[in-house]
């Protein structure tokens, strides 16, 4: 009774031991989430962004054919509440970084479209909703980026997913609407993650970021 006692104790000590190692193995290689404005400053950002190394995804805004909220215009766009979600999200962005030292894209999709406008007024129209998207997102990025100039675009969840997995990272479900993804390019055109940002914790009264 006794061995049985203690081999039962064995594997469930072993048990934990293995989830414990592979909990630890995909968070360590997980995009760091950020949480707060603060920590995106925290990670030397700024720097960074003056110096246009930074790479910024944004996910669209709420879609209209996904939620009982109020439509905003046509069913393939965002929603009323998006669309104040973009704005809010904008002004935070315009606020507080040198937007004359980027440049905005945009998927092509009304979706895209509508959040870039509420967000930035305007930003140059991609080809196609592949254009900056794909296993070789990249490669895409690096042609359509200028140098010493940041580059943001609006684009969709499978695309950011596309940069956090061709970076080497893992990614963890479909990022929410609005969110940020962050990274940065080195001088041998290197990726590296800086982290993520949900846009529903951004501050109703801009801080520094």
């Not at 048990?15 to 360590?28: D, K, N, R």
Request: a positive charge; aromatic letters at 6%; glycine letters at 6%.
């Amino acid at each position: 009774m006794i061995n049985i006692s203690l081999a039962k104790t064995i594997l469930s000590i072993s048990f934990i031991g293995a989830t414990l190692f592979a909990y630890e193995a995909f968070t360590s290689n997980a995009v760091k989430d950020l949480g707060s404005p603060k920590k995106l400053a925290n990670s030397g950002f700024s720097d960074h962004w003056r110096n246009g190394n930074v790479i910024l995804l944004i996910r669209h805004e709420e879609r209209c054919d996904r939620s009982s909220n109020l439509c905003l215009g046509p069913g393939n766009g965002i929603t009323a509440l998006g669309s104040e979600r973009a704005k809010k999200t904008g002004a935070y962005l315009k606020a507080y970084l040198d937007m004359d030292n980027t440049d905005v894209f945009t998927s092509p999709m009304t979706r895209t479209v509508q959040t870039s406008d509420f967000m930035f007024d305007k930003a140059s129209l991609l080809s196609d909703r592949e254009a900056i998207c794909g296993s070789d997102i990249i490669d895409k990025i690096i042609k359509h980026k200028t140098t010493n100039r940041n580059i943001l675009i609006v684009t969709h969840n499978s695309c950011m997913n596309d940069l956090i997995r061709a970076s080497g990272h893992k990614h963890s479900g479909s990022p929410e609407y609005g969110s940020l993804l962050f990274a940065k390019i080195s001088s041998s055109n290197e990726i590296q993650m800086i982290g993520k940002l949900n846009s529903d914790i951004l501050p109703k009264q801009p801080s520094p970021i």
